[in-house]
């Protein structure tokens, strides 16, 4: 049974990171928003949890405080292990990027994000399970229709209605609203899977991130192949620690192991001194895909726009999308609040229809770089001359590690940071 069809200026569906800061940036522009959240908070969401300096930029933008008395766990650096080196490098800190990283999992940071957009004047309604749009009769989105889930997230059996003129579809990898406008995945994009879990462990206020650049598979021969991708330990300030691993599809054998399985092993060899152990794993092992290049296209189209996982904004080179998310939520708000200033229909339409060209600007190129990247690491031979001739190098992995997270300084800077900034800009987006 339908109840009453309630109107706002802008629909945003998915209260994740980009869903959230889209929401709360259309609310400081004076937009009437309702940010639609199939689950009820607090909800869980696979990630790593680490946020680089690109991801605290975006929280400062967004005026989000972060001190440690509520749980945000800073972090200086990166310390990465593989090929026999252990090195430390920190966040290398310029005037666009902070020097420090932080950690939060998922289950608060999103609610906090949430609660954030509610304060700044969102309207935000848990338990709407978005299940298609409404089209006007130029096949353009002016609304969705939401199962009411109820607290065990069970449908209830009602439905709801919400109509807007701009819907901004934030619902993730699958993005059920996407596929209902006819926007497929793109196949000639990277993917990657990770998997992870929470550990306790004594270690848990390490100042660095950790990643290992050496992940094995083991074929029905014996044989070990390493695999395009790396493991992490993200402590987080509070007893435990996020552990998982990312692996991307550019490897010949995806598909053809178990992720989960390869953890365990990988765990089961972690020095002592963390204490990770199936004793103190405190959580399943648990999966998710992460969508990379903007494999979901057009950005926008007919009243639609793709904010995060939904566009497929996930970073080639570090599997991070939680700072790509809240960017994209920040141009996007700004262009649909401009749009919606604007004095007829055809006017809106033509600001609206900016946006893919203005994500491109800002991610395309650099994305394309990272789909390259992926492409060469995908081949075990590279990859293994990269362990082996790259991380003896502490003046390479700086520069990687710049690379990686995306932290050139915008612009000036050293000559590395005007070296990739002209690598990104001379890279043609697609």
């Given at each position: 049974?339908?109840?009453?069809?309630?109107?706002?200026?802008?629909?945003?569906?998915?209260?994740?990171?980009?869903?959230?800061?889209?929401?709360?940036?259309?609310?400081?522009?004076?937009?009437?928003?309702?940010?639609?959240?199939?689950?009820?908070?607090?909800?869980?969401?696979?990630?790593?949890?680490?946020?680089?300096?690109?991801?605290?930029?975006?929280?400062?933008?967004?005026?989000?405080?972060?001190?440690?008395?509520?749980?945000?766990?800073?972090?200086?650096?990166?310390?990465?292990?593989?090929?026999?080196?252990?090195?430390?490098?920190?966040?290398?800190?310029?005037?666009?990027?902070?020097?420090?990283?932080?950690?939060?999992?998922?289950?608060?940071?999103?609610?906090?994000?949430?609660?954030?957009?509610?304060?700044?004047?969102?309207?935000?309604?848990?338990?709407?399970?978005?299940?298609?749009?409404?089209?006007?009769?130029?096949?353009?989105?002016?609304?969705?229709?939401?199962?009411?889930?109820?607290?065990?997230?069970?449908?209830?059996?009602?439905?709801?209605?919400?109509?807007?003129?701009?819907?901004?579809?934030?619902?993730?990898?699958?993005?059920?609203?996407?596929?209902?406008?006819?926007?497929?995945?793109?196949?000639?994009?990277?993917?990657?899977?990770?998997?992870?879990?929470?550990?306790?462990?004594?270690?848990?206020?390490d100042g660095y991130l950790e990643s290992w650049l050496e992940l094995w598979?083991?074929?029905?021969?014996?044989?070990?192949?390493?695999?395009?991708?790396?493991?992490?330990?993200?402590?987080?300030?509070?007893?435990?620690?996020?552990v998982g691993l990312g692996i991307l599809d550019t490897f010949k054998d995806?598909?053809?192991?178990?992720?989960?399985?390869?953890?365990?092993?990988?765990?089961?060899?972690?020095?002592?001194?963390?204490?990770?152990?199936?004793?103190?794993?405190?959580?399943?092992?648990?999966?998710?895909?992460?969508?990379?290049?903007?494999?979901?296209?057009?950005?926008?189209?007919?009243?639609?726009?793709?904010?995060?996982?939904?566009?497929?904004?996930?970073?080639?080179?570090?599997?991070?999308?939680?700072?790509?998310?809240?960017?994209?939520?920040?141009?996007?708000?700004?262009?649909?609040?401009?749009?919606?200033?604007?004095?007829?229909?055809?006017?809106?339409?033509?600001?609206?229809?900016?946006?893919?060209?203005?994500?491109?600007?800002?991610?395309?190129?650099?994305?394309?770089?990272?789909?390259?990247?992926?492409?060469?690491?995908?081949?075990?031979?590279?990859?293994?001359?990269?362990?082996?001739?790259?991380?003896?190098?502490?003046?390479?992995?700086?520069?990687?590690?710049?690379?990686?997270?995306?932290?050139?300084?915008?612009?000036?800077?050293?000559?590395?940071?005007?070296?990739?900034?002209?690598?990104?800009?001379?890279?043609?987006?697609?």
């Amino acid at each position: 049974m339908s109840e009453q069809v309630e109107t706002a200026d802008v629909i945003v569906v998915g209260a994740g990171p980009g869903g959230s800061a889209t929401a709360a940036y259309l609310a400081q522009h004076g937009l009437d928003v309702l940010l639609l959240e199939k689950a009820t908070f607090p909800r869980d969401k696979i990630c790593g949890d680490g946020l680089t300096p690109r991801a605290v930029r975006e929280l400062i933008n967004l005026g989000v405080p972060t001190r440690p008395e509520d749980g945000w766990h800073r972090t200086r650096g990166l310390r990465i292990v593989g090929g026999g080196v252990r090195m430390e490098l920190d966040w290398p800190g310029n005037e666009t990027f902070p020097p420090f990283g932080l950690v939060r999992t998922r289950m608060d940071l999103d609610e906090t994000l949430a609660r954030h957009a509610e304060r700044r004047g969102a309207r935000l309604l848990q338990g709407m399970n978005v299940s298609g749009p409404i089209l006007d009769h130029r096949d353009h989105i002016v609304g969705v229709t939401a199962k009411v889930m109820g607290p065990n997230g069970r449908a209830t059996g009602a439905t709801r209605e919400f109509r807007a003129r701009v819907v901004v579809a934030a619902d993730g990898n699958s993005s059920r609203l996407s596929l209902a406008m006819d926007r497929p995945k793109r196949d000639d994009r990277p993917m990657g899977v990770a998997v992870r879990s929470y550990f306790s462990t004594p270690r848990h206020d390490d100042g660095y991130l950790e990643s290992w650049l050496e992940l094995w598979t083991q074929d029905e021969a014996g044989a070990r192949h390493l695999m395009p991708g790396y493991g992490w330990i993200f402590p987080l300030g509070d007893g435990t620690a996020n552990v998982g691993l990312g692996i991307l599809d550019t490897f010949k054998d995806f598909g053809n192991f178990d992720s989960r399985e390869v953890m365990r092993r990988w765990v089961a060899e972690m020095p002592e001194d963390w204490g990770f152990s199936e004793e103190t794993r405190l959580a399943p092992i648990r999966g998710a895909a992460l969508p990379m290049c903007f494999n979901r296209q057009p950005l926008y189209d007919r009243g639609l726009l793709l904010v995060g996982d939904a566009g497929g904004m996930v970073n080639p080179f570090n599997g991070e999308g939680i700072a790509e998310a809240m960017e994209a939520g920040r141009y996007g708000a700004e262009i649909i609040a401009s749009a919606l200033a604007r004095a007829t229909p055809g006017e809106t339409e033509a600001v609206l229809r900016s946006y893919p060209k203005v994500m491109k600007d800002a991610l395309g190129g650099y994305f394309m770089l990272g789909k390259q990247f992926a492409t060469l690491i995908g081949h075990p031979e590279v990859m293994r001359l990269a362990v082996r001739y790259g991380l003896p190098r502490k003046a390479l992995m700086r520069l990687l590690i710049k690379i990686m997270a995306n932290l050139p300084q915008e612009r000036g800077g050293r000559l590395d940071d005007r070296v990739i900034n002209a690598l990104s800009r001379m890279t043609p987006a697609a």
